[in-house]
């Protein structure tokens, strides 16, 4: 069974950073492409990133390329999101997600969500 447990969300003020993890259990890293979505309040589920299990190519959506990196350490399953110079339109729950999609754009229209979600908050 496939889980993803996410944390690391929490209040910063803009222009911060934070850290977000996801543990992953129930698959191989190596078949899938992992990343993270988001869901601002009010408004319907993005992508922000996805990286491949297999060869660590990376993706990003154009809003969060060049703050966002994404990674991943495969010998301990867990996956992350470093986030710099937030901005308050940063703030939403932060799920992780797996598929065997290619990480890329299809990835962000197919990839289902598995983890809870973890909340970020951006203050201005």
């Known amino acids: 069974e496939v889980q993803l447990v996410e944390s690391g969300g929490g209040l910063v003020q803009a222009g911060g950073s934070l850290r977000l993890s996801c543990a992953a259990s129930g698959f191989d890293f190596e078949d899938y492409s992992i990343g993270w979505f988001r869901q601002a309040p009010g408004k319907e589920r993005e992508g922000v990133s996805c990286?491949?299990?297999?060869?660590?190519?990376?993706h990003y959506a154009d809003s969060m390329k060049g703050r966002f990196t994404i990674s991943s350490d495969n010998a301990k399953n867990t996956l992350y999101l470093q986030m710099n110079s937030l901005k308050p339109e940063d703030t939403g729950v932060y799920y992780c997600?797996?598929?065997?999609?290619?990480?890329?754009?299809?990835?962000?229209?197919?990839?289902?969500?598995w983890g809870r979600g973890t909340l970020v908050t951006v203050s201005s």
């Open positions: 997600a797996a598929d065997t999609v290619m990480c890329g754009t299809g990835w962000f229209k197919y990839a289902e969500v």
């Open positions: 990286i491949s299990g297999y060869d660590g190519s990376t």
